[in-house]
C-alpha cells in the first residue's frame, strides 16, 4: 500500500479490564444465561476486557411537547470468535428498544461507524440516539466540556437501535490466547477487511438469537468506511448466514476506494470532488452564487457536475486541460496560476490550504464549511490533525464516558476509545482485495444484494461540503452500478447541507430525520408482489 493510500485511511478515521457492573447497578442486570465459556475468564489474563455474564439495564422517558416516548436501554459484549483458531473478542453494544406490543414486528438497525478505527459514538451522540451532545446550528462546537440534551429526532421514534463498537474501538476488545496470556494487541487479529466484515455478521446473528429478533424486519447503517460495511454485509449477511435485509442506510460512505486517490493515470479521482469544492468555494465566498440546504443542492450544482464528467474529465484522459483551467478556478476559488500548475489536478489537502490562506483560516476536509485558525501558516499542506475531528472527538468522549456511566449505569475503568488510530494503523486491506492488486470497493456487492434480493431498498446520504468522501463519487459509482430497471427506484441518493458528519448541522439533522422515517416505513412494510 502506497504511503498516499495510508494517509487516506487515516483522513476516513469517519466522516465519527477487569471490570464489572458495581453492586449498586445490580436492579438494572439483565439475568443471562451463563456463557458455556465462561471458564475462559478464569484461564486468562482480562485486564481490559469486559465480563459476559452481565448485562445493564435502564428504563428512561423521552418527553417534548407532545412527544412521550417511554424506553429501555441494555448495555454489554456478546462474544464472537473471528476464526476457528482466534482469540474471542468481546464487542460492545448498546441497544434501545420502546414499549411495543408486537415487538416482533418493529424495525430493527445495527448501526457503525468507520474509520476504520472509529466506534458507534458519532452516529449515537450526535445524530441517531435518543440523548445527543449539544451543537451549534451551523455545525461548529461549544465551548468544552460540552452538554447532552433528548434528542426528538432520534431515530427510536421508528425503529429499534443497536450500536455496534467493531473490535478494538468503545469498550471492544478480544481475549489475549492461552499461550500468551500477557500478550497484548489480540484485537489485531479483527483489524482487516474479511475479518471486520466476519466479527458484524457474527455479532448480528447471535444478536437475532439471544433477544428473539429474527422475524423483526433488519436494517443496518454504516457512515464512512461504516457504509462500505453496509455494502458488503448487504451481501454477507444473506449469502453466507441467511439473514435477509429491508434496508441499508449509508451515510457519506466511501463506496469504490479507487475513487478517493487519484495520481497521473487515475482521472475520476480529480473530478468527484470538484463539486463540493464548489459548494465550499460559494459558502466562503470565493465563487459565484449562494449555496443553502433550503435548496435542492444537486440543482444548484447541476452545472458544476456537467462540467467536471463531461468536460474536464475528458480533457484530462487528452492530456490537455488549459482551456479549462479559468472555468475550473472560478468554480473552486483558487487562482488561475495554481489550477494551471497543477494541470487541474487539486488534491484535497491542498485545498484546505490554499482556499482561505490569505485569511490565514484553514478549513476541514471533512466540512468545508468549517474554518479554523491554521496552526502553521507556512506549509503547503495541513497537519495530521483536522481540526473538526479534533474538536468534536473531545465532546464526544466528555459525552460518552459521562452517558454510559451516569445514565445508562454501566461502569468500567476501561478507556472508551471513540477513534482509535492504531486501527486503521495496522488494518489489513488485502484480505479485502478480490484480485491480487487494486483498491478495495462494495458497488459489485450492493448491486448482487439489491438484484438478488429485489424489495431491499438502500438510502445514500451525503453531505454536500465533505472533502473525505465527496457525494459526487457515490453519483457516479451507482450510475456505473447500472441496476436493473425494475429495482433503480430502490436506492435514493440525497446530499444535505454540511460535511462528512452533515448531521451535526441542526437542519440537516432534522431533514434526515425525517427523510429515513419515510424510507423505514416503505422498507419495512413493502410486499412482493
Not at 488485502?430 to 478495495?440: A, I, P
Request: glycine content about 8%; hydrophobic content about 40%; some cysteine.
Amino acid at each position: 500500500m502506497t504511503a498516499r493510500f495510508k494517509s487516506l485511511a487515516l483522513i476516513l478515521l469517519t466522516i465519527f479490564v477487569v471490570a464489572s457492573i458495581p453492586e449498586s447497578n445490580a436492579q438494572n442486570k439483565i439475568q443471562k444465561k451463563k456463557p458455556r465459556n465462561e471458564a475462559k475468564d478464569k484461564e486468562v489474563n482480562l485486564k481490559n476486557v469486559l465480563p459476559l455474564n452481565e448485562w445493564s439495564k435502564t428504563e428512561h422517558v423521552l418527553k417534548s411537547g407532545d412527544l412521550e416516548l417511554r424506553y429501555s436501554a441494555n448495555t454489554g459484549v456478546l462474544p464472537v470468535n473471528i476464526g476457528n483458531e482466534d482469540p474471542e473478542c468481546r464487542i460492545f453494544f448498546i441497544n434501545y428498544e420502546v414499549e411495543h406490543k408486537k415487538k416482533a414486528s418493529r424495525p430493527l438497525v445495527f448501526v457503525f461507524n468507520g474509520g476504520p478505527g472509529a466506534s458507534s459514538a458519532y452516529l449515537h451522540l450526535a445524530a441517531l440516539g435518543p440523548k445527543r451532545i449539544m451543537l451549534n446550528e451551523n455545525g461548529s462546537f461549544p465551548a468544552p466540556p460540552g452538554r447532552l440534551s433528548h434528542n426528538i429526532h432520534t431515530w427510536l421514534r421508528f425503529t429499534d437501535l443497536v450500536f455496534i463498537d467493531p473490535v478494538g474501538t468503545g469498550y471492544s476488545r478480544c481475549l489475549p490466547s492461552k499461550c500468551s496470556p500477557e500478550k497484548k494487541g489480540a484485537e489485531a487479529k479483527g483489524w482487516g477487511v474479511r475479518e471486520d466484515l466476519i466479527s458484524l455478521a457474527k455479532f448480528i446473528r447471535l444478536y437475532l438469537t439471544r433477544t428473539n429478533r429474527w422475524l423483526s424486519p433488519k436494517f443496518i447503517a454504516g457512515e464512512s468506511y461504516g457504509g462500505f460495511r453496509v455494502g458488503a454485509l448487504s451481501d454477507l449477511l444473506q449469502s453466507e448466514y441467511g439473514i435477509a435485509l429491508n434496508g441499508l442506510v449509508l451515510v457519506s460512505p466511501a463506496l469504490e476506494f479507487g475513487l478517493l486517490r487519484g495520481d497521473d493515470y487515475s482521472l475520476l479521482p480529480w473530478i468527484v470532488n470538484i463539486p463540493s469544492y464548489n459548494a465550499t468555494a460559494r459558502y466562503h465566498g470565493k465563487a459565484e452564487g449562494g449555496i443553502s440546504g433550503k435548496e435542492n443542492l444537486r440543482i444548484v450544482l447541476k452545472d458544476v457536475e456537467s462540467f467536471a464528467l463531461n468536460e474536464l474529465l475528458p480533457a484530462l484522459a487528452m492530456g490537455d486541460t488549459g482551456a479549462f483551467h479559468g472555468r475550473l478556478s472560478a468554480y473552486i476559488g483558487l487562482s488561475t496560476d495554481r489550477v494551471a500548475r497543477m494541470k487541474a489536478r487539486i488534491p484535497s489537502c491542498l485545498y484546505v490550504k490554499a482556499l482561505l490562506r490569505d485569511a490565514g483560516r484553514l478549513i476541514s476536509l471533512y466540512d468545508g464549511s468549517f474554518a479554523a485558525i491554521d496552526p502553521d501558516p507556512p506549509s503547503p499542506l495541513p497537519s495530521k490533525e483536522d481540526p473538526l475531528l479534533i474538536q468534536l472527538n473531545t465532546l464526544l468522549t466528555a459525552g460518552m464516558n459521562s452517558y454510559v456511566r451516569e445514565q445508562l449505569k454501566f461502569e468500567t475503568d476501561i478507556s472508551y476509545e471513540v477513534l482509535n488510530k492504531e486501527v486503521s494503523k495496522k488494518w489489513n486491506w488485502k484480505s479485502g482485495l478480490k484480485r491480487e492488486q487494486g483498491f478495495v470497493g462494495v458497488a459489485e456487492s450492493l448491486k448482487s444484494s439489491m438484484s438478488m434480493n429485489k424489495d431491499l431498498k438502500a438510502f445514500i446520504a451525503h453531505g454536500v461540503f465533505d472533502l473525505v468522501t465527496p457525494y459526487f463519487g457515490s453519483v457516479v459509482v451507482t450510475r456505473q452500478m447500472s441496476l436493473d430497471p425494475s429495482i433503480t427506484a430502490n436506492l435514493t441518493l440525497k446530499v444535505y447541507e454540511g460535511g462528512h458528519m452533515f448531521y451535526t448541522h441542526g437542519p440537516s439533522r432534522e431533514a434526515f430525520f425525517e427523510d429515513a422515517r419515510r424510507f423505514f416505513q416503505q422498507a419495512a412494510t413493502q410486499t412482493s408482489p
